[in-house]
T-cell receptor, first 115, second 110 residues
């Protein structure tokens, strides 16, 4: 079946502009995660959605970052007033549940470049 | 919350030698420990995982060991090949989403 998909694959924007990144999880996966990966760095947790529960926003670096998810489907990550330090690959992942031994499947990522 | 430490950050081995990557975790309630491989420019992909009720798991040239008392787990790759060159991430999970280590860049020299 189809894996996790993300769009766009690449996004170049000017400092101060808003951007919106999209994630389509695997059908039936109730848990969805966003991570940020700066060049040559590890996976920085941003936000986690589990079903209809309130999202875990503990990883969002500032109030310029927000994310939404419609039910158990598409999620969008919005970055307002982008800064150069926001340049990174933004990875989305999904799993059947958010806890326990459930594999997280990653999408291909969106490479964001802020000029 | 959970904290995962991973080392070394870089590792170079000769083709055919073994590679070992070690991780420690802080939350004794963690019960799931996956390892992901990320090739250059690609997404992370699960290569092996271990649950807390198992001490060791092997899949061909890859093995993972878990010591719950010491709260550490390790990835072992034997007979390394150039295609094993990548960044490897360990992770741990209890009641929260996966917490990842900072990664180990493995280079296999032919």
């Amino acid at each position: 079946g189809a894996g996790v998909s993300q769009s766009p694959s690449n996004k170049v924007t000017e400092k101060g502009k808003d951007v919106e990144l999209r994630c389509d999880p695997i059908s039936g996966h109730t848990a969805l995660y966003w991570y940020r990966q700066r060049l040559g760095q590890g996976l920085e947790f941003l936000i986690y959605f589990q079903g209809n529960s309130a999202p875990d926003k503990s990883g969002l670096p500032s109030d310029r970052f927000s994310a939404e998810r419609t039910g158990e489907s598409v999620s969008t990550l919005t970055i307002q007033r982008t800064q150069q330090e926001d340049s990174a690959v933004y990875l989305c992942a999904s799993s059947t549940r958010g806890t326990g031994d459930n594999e997280q499947f990653f999408g291909p990522g969106t490479r964001l470049t802020v000029l | 919350g959970e904290n995962v430490e991973q080392h070394p950050s870089t590792l170079s081995v000769q083709e055919g030698d073994s590679a070992v990557i070690k991780c420690t975790y802080s939350d004794s309630a963690s019960n799931y420990f996956p390892w992901y491989k990320q090739e250059l420019g690609k997404r992370p992909q699960l290569i092996i995982d271990i649950r807390s009720n198992v001490g060791e798991k092997k899949d061909q040239r890859i093995a993972v060991t878990l010591n719950k008392t010491a709260k550490h787990f390790s990835l072992h790759i034997t007979e390394t090949q150039p295609e094993d060159s990548a960044v490897y991430f360990c992770a741990a999970r209890s009641r929260t989403p996966l917490v990842f280590g900072k990664g180990t860049r493995l280079s296999v020299i032919a």
